[in-house]
Structure formats: structure tokens, C-alpha cells
């Protein structure tokens, strides 16, 4: 497997493919329900750990989701929302 991206790309990757599952909501934003990501083949080879890329882009305020931490299946229908596509 290739090296791990540094942060900064994950969150680009993530965006791109948030954009690529998600539908665009009337302010702009794009959401996508975490199940969608986390059970896409695309995303399952991309991120070895999508659950840190989200809270790294919260942190970062690129996206936003109710909770600390998403935990496939129990928060399969939460709403991951990138705020600036």
C-alpha cells in the first residue's frame, strides 16, 4: 500500500468524495450520510482511517456532524455536512 497522505490531502480526498456521494443542500453545503461514506468501496481503499479525517476536518471546520465520533452502523444515518465545497 502507498504511504499515508499527510492530513491536509486526506481532507481534500474527503471533500472530493463527500462532493461525489453527497447532494447539495439550498445554502451550498453538501451533505452525505456517514453509512453512504463509510460503506463506499471508493472511500474504503482511500482513507485507512475515515474517522480521523472527519474530526480532523471538524477540527478544521471544513465539515460538521452531531456528535464527537462516528461509529459505523450506529451512526449510519448521522449527516456529514461539508460546509465550503
Known amino acids: 500500500m502507498a504511504m499515508s497522505l499527510n492530513v491536509s490531502e486526506e481532507i481534500e480526498r474527503l471533500k472530493e468524495e463527500i462532493t461525489r456521494l453527497g447532494k447539495v ?11 453512504t461514506l463509510f460503506n463506499d468501496d471508493r472511500c474504503a481503499n482511500l482513507f485507512e482511517a ?5 474530526r480532523a476536518a471538524k477540527k478544521r471546520k471544513l465539515i460538521k456532524f452531531n456528535g464527537e465520533l462516528l461509529l459505523q452502523g450506529v451512526h449510519d444515518n448521522v449527516d456529514v455536512v461539508l460546509l465550503k465545497p
Open 25 to 35: 443542500c439550498p445554502d451550498g453545503s453538501i451533505s452525505v450520510k456517514f453509512g
Open 50 to 54: 475515515l474517522v480521523g479525517t472527519l
